[in-house]
C-alpha cells in the first residue's frame, strides 16, 4: 500500500508544518466548534490546536494549560502513524479496543470536560 | 455479516484525506474564477457596488463548500461501487448490517453525521480506534461498516 504510506507521510510532515509555523491564536484556521458555539462550555477538544502549537514548540506548561488531553492525543496519533507507516500492513489496534481502555477514555474526556469548565 | 476485513483506522483516515483533496480542488475551480472576477471588477470600477458583488460572490461558493462534499459523498456511497474515490484507492468500502449497499437515506444520514459530528469536534473521528468493529459515530447510528473490499 504504497499510496497509503506516502499519504500519511506527507500529511503528517504537513500538518506538522503548519501547527509550528502558525500559531492557532492568530491564524484563525480549522472549524468552529459547534458544542462551544451552542453551550458556550469549551468541549473535549477546545484549545487542542493552539495546545499542539506549543507543544511543538516545547512550551509543554502552555501546551497542557490550553488542551491537557493534547498529550494523549498526539501520543495515540503518533502510535498510529507509526504501526500504519512501519509495522504491520492493517494495524488492528487491540490494545485500545479492551474494555478497560474504552471505560478508561470515556471516563478522562469525561472528567476533563467537566473539570476545565468547572475550575474555569 | 461479519466474514469481513474491516477497514482499518489508517485505510479510512487516508481516504478521508484524499477525499478531502479532491473536493476542495474542486470547491476551489469554481471559487477561484469567482472570486478573480470579483476582484477584477472592484479593481476596473473602484465603488461599492463592486465590492457588494464580490462580497454576495461569496455566498454560493460558501454553500458550495457545505454542500458539495456532502453530495459527493452520499452519491458515491449509495452508488453500485458503496465508496468514494479515496476509499475505492485504498480498497475498501460501506456496507449496512446485511452486507449490501448502504440506501440513499442511510448515506445521507451517515454523511450528515459524520460533517455535524467532526464540527462538534474533530476527536470524535478518533471513535473507531476504540471500538470493536472500528465503527465510528456516524456508523453506529446508521448501522454501517467500512470493510476492505473484498472477502478474506
Known sequence: MRIKKTVIAITIVAITCLYYFFNPAEFHFGLPCLFKGITSWDCWGCGGQRAFHQLLHGNFREAFQLNALVFPVTLILAYVAVSDLFMQELPSYKFLKKRPVQISTIIAVASFTILRNVLE | ?152
Open chain 2, 1 to 152: 455479516m461479519l466474514n469481513y476485513t474491516f477497514a482499518g483506522f489508517g485505510n479510512r483516515l487516508v481516504a478521508q484525506i484524499i477525499d478531502t483533496i479532491i473536493v476542495s480542488f474542486a470547491v476551489s475551480l469554481i471559487a477561484f474564477p469567482i472570486f478573480g472576477f470579483g476582484i477584477f471588477t472592484s479593481a476596473m470600477n473602484g465603488n461599492e457596488s463592486a465590492g457588494l458583488f464580490a462580497g454576495l460572490a461569496l455566498l454560493p461558493i460558501m454553500l458550495f463548500a457545505f454542500v458539495g462534499p456532502v453530495v459527493y459523498e452520499v452519491l458515491m456511497l449509495s452508488s453500485p461501487r458503496q465508496a468514494t474515490i479515496g476509499k475505492i484507492l485504498m480498497k475498501i468500502k460501506v456496507v449496512d448490517e446485511q452486507g449490501t449497499r448502504l440506501t440513499l437515506g442511510g448515506a445521507i444520514g451517515r454523511t450528515l453525521i459524520k460533517y455535524l459530528s467532526v464540527n462538534f469536534c474533530f476527536l470524535l473521528w478518533l471513535w473507531p480506534l476504540f471500538n470493536d468493529k472500528e465503527q465510528a459515530l456516524h456508523d453506529i447510528v446508521v448501522k454501517d461498516f467500512v470493510i476492505r473490499d473484498q472477502v478474506i
